[in-house]
């Protein structure tokens, strides 16, 4: 794998995200978390699955600059709908997938945090869905998990605002479980997983199983109207503009179109 590295050990695989500068979601590294999950899920001696980021952050957000090369509406729904698909495997994996963040998980890199079982965060760690800032709307089920974990009020907040709340914060929100130093992060990471690892693997994925009835019934077709609206925000004036905006740093112009 070009962009992602795989460590096994005591029944844990660790996963870390490996692309410069800022880990972002791009498609290569989604196309390759999707074959590094298809083959842990095939491999009897792992239990469970630990996700990190390497460098500074866990992931900072999806590729921008990978947007210009996509000409149309349809398109951009596609690329939504490809992630979307992965973070469902991922919500459905039978084995718990741990996301231990650092740094920031912002964006697409939030949407894939969310769509982990368990998220472990540093004190400082900014966590947020920025993508109004830009013109467009999440486009991974982040506005669909997002009030699942943290409630619709803290959800339109951040979601509106564009502002990233810290991991102490995320904590308090119901969107991570627990937080820890930055040196601690890691090795609490890793002894969560193994004392997971432990149980049994028949048991663990029953328990997964039955965690996914308490989603909501609206849920599906949520993700669905995202993928729609995903589209329409990149096909308009303003998604547009906001993308030129980001990669000639400057502030957008929004006209409302």
């Known amino acids: 794998m070009e962009f992602i590295r795989v460590a096994n050990e005591n029944k844990?695989?660790?996963?870390?995200?490996?692309r410069p500068p800022a880990n972002a979601v791009?498609?290569?590294?989604?196309?390759?978390?999707?074959?590094?999950?298809?083959?842990?899920?095939k491999d009897p001696e792992t239990k469970v699955v630990l996700?990190?980021?390497?460098?500074?952050?866990?992931?900072a957000g999806a590729d921008i600059k990978e947007f210009t090369t996509v000409s149309s509406e349809e398109g951009f729904a596609e690329l939504g709908g490809f992630g979307q698909r992965l973070f469902d495997k991922m919500e459905a994996f039978p084995k718990p997938i741990i996301a231990a963040i650092h740094g920031a998980a912002l964006g697409g890199g939030l949407e894939l945090a969310m769509a982990c079982h368990i998220r472990l965060v540093t004190e400082t760690a900014k966590l947020g869905l920025p993508e109004l800032q830009l013109g467009?709307?999440?486009?991974?089920?982040?506005?669909?998990?997002l009030p699942a974990l943290v409630g619709k009020a803290k959800a339109t907040e951040m979601l509106l605002t564009s502002?990233?709340?810290t991991g102490i914060e995320a904590v308090a929100a119901g969107l991570a479980n627990q937080v820890y130093s930055d040196e601690d992060l890691l090795p609490k990471a890793k002894e969560l997983a193994e004392k997971i690892a432990l149980k049994?693997?028949?048991a663990v994925n029953y328990a997964l199983k039955l965690l996914t009835y308490s989603k909501s019934e609206q849920f599906d077709e949520g993700v669905q109207k995202e993928r729609e609206y995903?589209?329409?925000a990149f096909a308009s004036e303003d998604g547009q503009e906001g993308i030129r905006a980001f990669i000639e740093k400057r502030k957008p112009q929004f006209q409302d179109k």
């Open 26 to 41: 791009a498609s290569d590294v989604l196309k390759e978390l999707s074959e590094v999950l298809t083959s842990i899920e």
């Open 200 to 202: 049994s693997a028949v």
């Open 136 to 145: 467009l709307v999440p486009g991974f089920a982040g506005t669909q998990r």
């Open 163 to 165: 502002e990233p709340i």
């Open 230 to 232: 995903f589209g329409k």
């Open 12 to 18: 844990v695989a660790h996963v870390t995200l490996n």
């Open 51 to 59: 996700i990190s980021g390497e460098g500074k952050f866990f992931s």
